[in-house]
């Protein structure tokens, strides 16, 4: 038996033990041009080690970092996939947090804009009103959900929770509100962190 005929065989067996054995490889007629890998298994690897906000609601603990959203699930004591720019966030550099302690629903502040992620069904919604410019602060009334957010200076308000914020006149009441509130605005001992 000639070499070239050999190697045929052994090409041929070598396949089939691999097909039996359930191994790597598209399906028949993929013609990817990376045969062992698919879309879905691609992993982008982010430095999520700087923390720029904090915040947690019943059950999740938030933190906000230079590559994006990170989470713990307190009551498994488990880390949840991260949320990024490829989820729907704005950008990837989270500047401000805060939780609704009911819903769980967290309200995103990034360097280009505002995002809530939607806890129930894990899914971030943009949120409308505010330009698309830095989220300085962000606070919360536990009472009636109502939202605000300081953008380019200027705050914003939505009641309720509603994913679409208006520009408000006034000053937030910083003595009911939830969230970071910098030592200079508010009495530090009154301030209540989410």
């Given at each position: 038996?000639?070499?070239a005929a050999r190697v045929a065989i052994f090409a041929t067996l070598a396949g089939c033990a691999?097909?039996?054995a359930g191994g790597g490889g598209p399906p028949p007629g993929d013609g990817s041009p990376y045969p062992y890998s698919r879309a879905n298994e691609w992993v982008t690897i982010r430095d999520f080690r700087y923390v720029t906000a904090v915040t947690a609601s019943q059950s999740l603990a938030f933190f906000g970092t230079t590559a994006g959203l990170e989470r713990l699930d307190t009551l498994r004591d488990r880390w949840l996939?991260?949320?990024t720019a490829a989820d729907g966030l704005p950008d990837d550099r989270v500047t401000a947090l805060v939780a609704e302690p009911t819903t769980g629903d967290v309200w995103i502040g990034t360097a280009r804009g505002l995002a809530r992620l939607a806890a129930f069904i894990d899914v971030v919604e943009p949120v409308f009103g505010p330009p698309p410019f830095r989220v300085d602060r962000l606070l919360l009334d536990p009472r009636d959900g109502t939202?605000?957010?300081q953008v380019g200076g200027l705050w914003w308000r939505?009641?309720?929770g509603s994913p679409v914020l208006?520009?408000?006149?006034d000053r937030p009441p910083f003595e009911?509100?939830?969230g970071s509130v910098p030592v200079d605005v508010g009495r530090p001992n009154r301030a209540a962190l989410a």
């Open positions: 038996m000639r070499p691999t097909a039996r996939a991260p949320v939202v605000w957010a939505g009641p309720n208006e520009r408000s006149g009911r509100l939830v």
